[in-house]
């Protein structure tokens, strides 16, 4: 890597460094500036009336200060050897590591610090920064160094070729990784097959792409929750041509890892919202399916309960069918139309009297195919099936269309769930 010029980069004599926050060790060639004041905590906000940087460099930051020196540095060494002008534009998710402190204390013209309001969240905060940042092209990384800053300027290259999207791939012909424990492995073999049926992307998981504003307009409004922004634009833009560019995905420089079970719940919720995104009604349907299942084992094991304390049998089965119908009620507002949420107590009453209903009009539907099918089959069980289908179809239209029916003010992109 050539050494940054002084009159590029901002780089203090060794003389001027300030000290590193406490539990930063500064690399040996750091960059550094002047004198620290307390009003540069924060980075004053962009000034919209001047020209902006051609290329945004968005990196999600929690608890990164060990590593935002060398991730400044070398992209410093990228702006001197290309001459690109480039703004990276640090979003932090508030760490009170001393991030703050250390970008005030650089003072770098080009390095800008943000801070991302609300819960800690990657996708979010790139998303912030986005609303905050200028320029025709944006180049989102990670934090942590595993992917090489140095392949910016070919993610850019790929852009001024005509894609709209270039993602940083070590799946791309030439690229390499670190070994991967076996958990991270079959983390990210099972991320992969599910985002298969939402994308053609080879990596859609990748923390490090570069993406054109006229691509993320199409997907307004975007609304990533975790650290699948990648597939979140891959889903919502429909970005043409993407170009997968080949890099060397290392491991986490320093710092501890950010993966806990909370991220994973986000992980499937974003998943989730773009499933309903791509394929609206036939997601709703499996999501009505599985919840319907859960409902079967909600019933077997409540009328086992039930005839075990001695409940008459009348009783037990009538319980067991109220209490599994409310579970299914329940899930179904809560995750499979999750769009209905909104109303006091009683358009909650409206929408479990409209589901009772559906479901009562369902069993009957069930029961007269089963009857009329009867006689189609040898084995009596496949008419029965066939009734369940029929039920359980009547139960989904008059549910997804009647019961919980979509606001015209709410999209069905960004759904909660």
Known sequence: MRAAAPGRTGLAPAADRVAAPAGVSWPRDSIAAGPHREDDALTPPLDRTAAPAAVAVIVPTL???????????????????????LELVLVDDDSGDGTAELVAA???????????????????????????????????????????????????????????????????TGGSADPRGPVRWLERRVLGLLARPLT??????????????????????????????????????????????????????????????RQALRVVQH?????????????HLVQFGAVGASGVAVNLALLTLFLRVGLPQQVGVGLAILLSMLWNFALNRRFTFSYARRGGPAQVARQLLGFTLACSVGMVVNYAVTLVTWGWFEVKQLAQLLGVVAGL???????????????????????SA
């Open 271 to 283: 998943l989730r919202r773009l499933y309903v995104h791509a394929f609206d009604t036939w997601s």
């Open 63 to 85: 608890r990164e200060a060990a590593n935002i020196p060398t991730l400044i540095e070398r992209v410093a060494a990228v702006r001197d050897s290309t001459g690109l002008s």
């Open 200 to 261: 053609s992307a080879r990596d859609p998981l990748s923390g490090a792409f570069a993406v054109s504003r006229a691509a993320l307009a199409r997907g307004h409004p975007l609304a990533p929750v975790g650290p699948l922004l990648l597939l979140e634009v891959l889903v919502r833009c429909r970005p043409s041509p993407v170009a997968e560019v080949p890099i060397h995905l290392g491991s986490r420089r320093a710092g501890p890892s950010k993966r806990s079970l």
């Open 393 to 415: 179809g009547f139960n989904f239209v008059g549910s997804r269309f009647l019961v919980f029916r979509r606001p015209r003010s709410s999209p069905r992109d960004t759904s």
């Open 106 to 172: 650089l003072g770098l013209p080009w390095v800008r610090l943000l801070v991302h309001p609300g819960p800690a969240d990657p996708g979010q905060a790139v998303f912030h920064g986005l609303s905050q940042t200028g320029g025709a092209r944006v180049v989102v990384l990670h934090g942590d160094l595993a992917h090489p800053p140095e392949r910016i300027p070919a993610l850019l290259a790929e852009l001024a070729a005509g894609a709209e999207l270039a993602i940083a791939s070590p799946a791309a």
